[in-house]
T-cell receptor, first 111, second 115 residues
Framework: QQQVKQSPQSLIVQKGGISIINCAYE??????FPWYQQFPGKGPALLIA?????SEKKEGRFTISFNKSAKQFSLHIMDSQPGDSATYFC??????????FGGGTRVLVKP | KAGVTQTPRYLIKTRGQQVTLSCSPI?????VSWYQQTPGQGLQFLFE???????NKGNFPGRFSGRQFSNSRSEMNVSTLELGDSALYLC??????????????FGSGTQLSVL
């Protein structure tokens, strides 16, 4: 049972554009929602994370928007750069280190 | 500070064999988790160890096992390998795991191919 659904599976954006990735979850026990960035041949790296008591969090060009009532959250990458080309995973967890991941979004930023 | 170190980087095995993968967490981190990554199933949680005790376990068969040593280093073992066990096995470490917002740091993984 996939408890975190992520969309789209892939997206192509022009340099300077905005990349938007959406995730939805089912388990209301989740209370921590991180986003990971993964480059080929590397493990996932924590990008930004949010707790459900906050509706938005911004770090540099990366912003998470969180809608607790809809059980949805999204990642916005502003001013996308070719170096942002990677696979992005949303995730969710309750206490403990069992992360439940979304299926991933492959982002390609064209110069 | 060194990151999470996983060895070996690549492994090729045949069906029926067993394999042991190793993970050295970031210095000072006491929690080690293991994940399996495949193109079809994505990233899936295998198990977590803290202070040499398994704290949590994912939905994998008993052929998958692990352990943690007193220095927090961890190993995972897969016995009677099947073709479907071909995957990238990732180890992640954190200081602790009692808080939900504990940050996990991943290694680069061990790519296992089962022929």
């Amino acid at each position: 049972q996939q408890q975190v659904k992520q969309s789209p599976q892939s997206l192509i954006v022009q340099k300077g554009g905005i990349s938007i990735i959406n995730c939805a979850y089912e388990n209301t026990a989740f209370d921590y929602f991180p986003w990971y960035q993964q480059f080929p041949g590397k493990g996932p790296a924590l990008l930004i994370a949010i707790r459900p008591d906050v509706s938005e969090k911004k770090e540099g060009r990366f912003t998470i928007s969180f809608n607790k009532s809809a059980k949805q959250f999204s990642l916005h990458i502003m001013d996308s750069q070719p170096g942002d080309s990677a696979t992005y995973f949303c995730a969710a967890k309750a206490a403990g280190n069992k992360l439940t991941f979304g299926g991933g979004t492959r982002v390609l930023v064209k110069p | 500070k060194a990151g999470v170190t996983q060895t070996p980087r690549y492994l090729i095995k045949t069906r029926g064999q067993q394999v042991t993968l190793s993970c050295s967490p970031i210095s000072g981190h006491r929690s080690v988790s293991w994940y399996q990554q495949t193109p079809g199933q994505g990233l899936q949680f295998l198990f977590e160890y803290f202070s040499e005790t398994q704290r949590n376990k994912g939905n994998f068969p008993g052929r998958f096992s692990g352990r943690q040593f007193s220095n927090s280093r961890s190993e995972m073992n897969v016995s009677t390998l099947e073709l479907g066990d071909s995957a990238l096995y990732l180890c992640a470490s954190s200081l602790d795991s009692t808080r939900s917002n504990e940050k996990l740091f991943f290694g680069s993984g061990t790519q296992l191919s089962v022929l």
